[in-house]
């Protein structure tokens, strides 16, 4: 199995405060977040499973995405679920010189705020980074214009080809606590895994009584 950071320890917390990682509250309230949609089939049989246990999540979209499959998108907004930026061509923030970063950031923000034109919604500020790689340049520049860096508690790796889907399951109920930060994927390439261990971590949390919030 691949190493990853399954749960953010708190020395990451601290070196890189001015990110969120997690949201603390004492209402058991869990922030489930959907990674690289719309998607077909994916990310309609996510909102299928969401729904099943009236919950509402954040998906972080690659604009790209969305302009190829702007139905999929509108259903995401009209089910009231939170929209967040992820660029537009899911860029590594790590390989790409900061003015590419950020223009492309502004591109899939465009493409957001255009889908999203006759639609009374309120569109949140916030941007994750794919694989979770930014320079500080990057993510200086954005907090400037307002918007907040949002990472995770909990990675579920459900994307990785190697690992079962047991153990992907195990890496969200184990680590999950009030405030954490949950990342999915509802991509092809995660469908394998998502399948498994999304309805039993939808199961798991209403058996345990946590809330689900989106990312204001």
Not at 74 to 100: M, R
Not at 136 to 145: I, T, W
């Amino acid at each position: 199995m691949r190493f990853y950071w399954i749960k953010t320890n708190s020395i990451i917390k601290k070196l890189f405060s001015h990110y969120v990682w997690d949201l603390p509250n004492t209402q058991k309230t869990i922030y489930l977040t959907f990674d690289d949609g719309p998607t077909p089939e994916v990310t309609e049989w996510v909102l299928e499973q969401l729904k099943k246990h009236n919950a509402k999540a954040t998906f972080f979209c690659i604009g790209k995405n969305i302009q190829q499959h702007p139905e999929i998108f509108d259903k995401l907004i009209q089910d009231g679920h939170a929209i967040g930026n992820h660029t537009f061509n899911h860029l590594n923030g790590w390989k790409t010189a900061t003015t590419e970063y950020i223009e492309n950031f502004e591109l899939c923000e465009v493409t957001i705020s255009n889908q999203m034109s006759n639609i009374k919604y309120q569109i949140s500020k916030i941007f994750r980074p794919p694989y979770g790689k930014i320079k500080r340049a990057q993510a200086k520049r954005l907090r400037k214009l307002g918007y907040k860096i949002i990472m995770w508690d909990v990675l579920s790796a459900d994307f990785d080809q190697t690992i079962t889907k047991e153990n992907c399951l195990e890496n969200v109920i184990y680590n999950t606590k009030e405030g954490s930060i949950i990342v999915f994927h509802d991509s092809h390439k995660a469908f394998k895994n998502l399948e498994y261990t999304l309805p039993k971590v939808l199961e798991y949390l209403d058996k345990n009584n946590y809330r689900y919030g989106i990312i204001p």
